[in-house]
């Protein structure tokens, strides 16, 4: 059954990667080769003018396009960010999925409408049923009479494999164990779907952009014609301001965190970078806590213990210079928090409103760059 009402095609047909606007992109018959004539000068002044827009104000960026086309103008806009730096992917991709998912927030489902989201779901190629489907489906299963109670607050469910493709990475709420998983499906709550639909968009943005860049050579007249705004674009990159929603954080430490911790336990490899911002974290809750850099060390290095490649001499000599007790003497910081998402290791995409994971510490020393 199509959801005219909810007219969820104006919003997909808008991007490329989606059913609607892959047909879209079809249709226009668009040759690489044409785009740098005149008459594709405003599809590509769109493409600019919406990297520009992504990059300077990231998800709150306003988006209006001067034609019809604007799966044509994102496709173009992506194919420019793949000759860019790879942190600016995943600045895009990250911006798109939460203009994306806010749109659906805001337009398509204040209130829970399943068909309207199961529409957005196929065209995204996500297979996402109602609850109430996913019961008459165990129902028959089992030969009962009536129907199967799923559990509250469920309203959905979502096939075990597209949960696993799209499910937020790191983020302790989404590990497969603590989710009910019926026949194959894992169960979701309204605020899940909005989720796994942002982290779909986002794959899919970074997936499209990864595929043009192993064919940039085809897009090389384009990018060399519009090099000069590019450049300047790049170069505006790394000053990007995000605005911060300010918000009553939760105690505890952060889920960025929690989730190299986790992994650590689990026997798991984090990535340098990780470790770096766990080690750093650690040390500056600990200092604000009154204890010494020393005595420091010894707690920063309890969940390092559990990694497979644990070398205590090499582990402490680490710590102890990034607590300003060797070389330079300089006390690091963690990363911000929007360098740890364009690395994939922050599991809210910038949801927890701060600047660095360091302001979760309780009567922390100000952090250069936060708040
Ligand atoms: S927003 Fe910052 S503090 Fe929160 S999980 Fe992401 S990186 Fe960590």
Not at 155 to 164: K, Q, T
Not at 178 to 186: A, E, N, S
Not at 196 to 222: C, H, R, Y
Not at 300 to 327: C, M, S, T, W
Request: proline residues 5%; positive net charge; aromatic residues 8%.
């Amino acid at each position: 059954m199509r959801t005219e009402s909810c007219s969820i095609s104006e919003l997909t047909s808008k991007y490329p990667f989606t059913r609607s606007g892959r047909s879209i992109i079809e249709e226009a018959g668009v040759r690489v080769s044409e785009l740098t004539s005149r008459e594709f000068e405003p599809i590509i002044d769109d493409a600019l003018s919406m990297l520009e827009a992504l990059i300077k104000d990231g998800e709150h960026a306003k988006l209006s396009f001067k034609v019809r086309e604007a799966a044509v103008s994102r496709y173009i806009a992506y194919a420019l960010t793949a000759s860019m730096d790879k942190r600016i992917w995943r600045r895009i991709a990250d911006s798109e999925s939460k203009i994306f998912s806010s749109a659906v927030k805001s337009s398509y489902l204040s209130k829970p409408n399943l068909e309207c989201l199961k529409e957005i779901a196929r065209e995204l190629e996500l297979r996402i049923i109602g609850i109430g489907e996913l019961s008459s489906l165990v129902t028959k299963l089992l030969n009962q009479q009536g129907q199967v109670l799923m559990p509250k607050p469920f309203l959905y469910a979502v096939s075990i494999w597209d949960y696993l493709r799209n499910s937020p990475r790191n983020d302790p709420n989404w590990i497969l164990g603590t989710r009910p998983i019926i026949h194959g499906y894992v169960l979701l709550t309204q605020h899940d779907a909005y989720r796994i639909i942002e982290e779909t968009v986002e794959n899919k943005a970074i997936t499209m952009i990864s595929k043009l860049n192993s064919n940039l050579d085809l897009f090389k007249p384009l990018i060399s014609s519009v090099s000069d705004r590019l450049k300047a674009i790049e170069e505006a990159s790394p000053q990007v301001k995000y605005r911060v929603t300010r918000r009553v954080l939760p105690k505890g430490d952060p889920p960025c965190i929690m989730a190299i911790i986790n992994e650590l336990k689990a026997g798991g490899n984090p990535s340098h970078m990780a470790r770096f911002a766990l080690a750093t974290y650690l040390l500056h809750r600990c200092v604000a806590e009154g204890k010494g850099r020393e005595e420091c060390v010894e707690e920063v290095l309890e969940p390092f213990k559990h990694a497979a490649d644990y070398n205590e001499k090499i582990a402490r000599y680490q710590v102890e210079h990034l607590a300003g007790l060797r070389g330079g003497r300089k006390f690091y910081t963690p990363p911000s928090c929007q360098e740890l998402n364009s690395l994939g290791l922050c599991p809210t995409n910038l949801g927890c409103g701060v600047k660095n994971p360091v302001q979760f510490i309780r009567g922390s020393t100000k952090v250069e760059g936060t708040e």
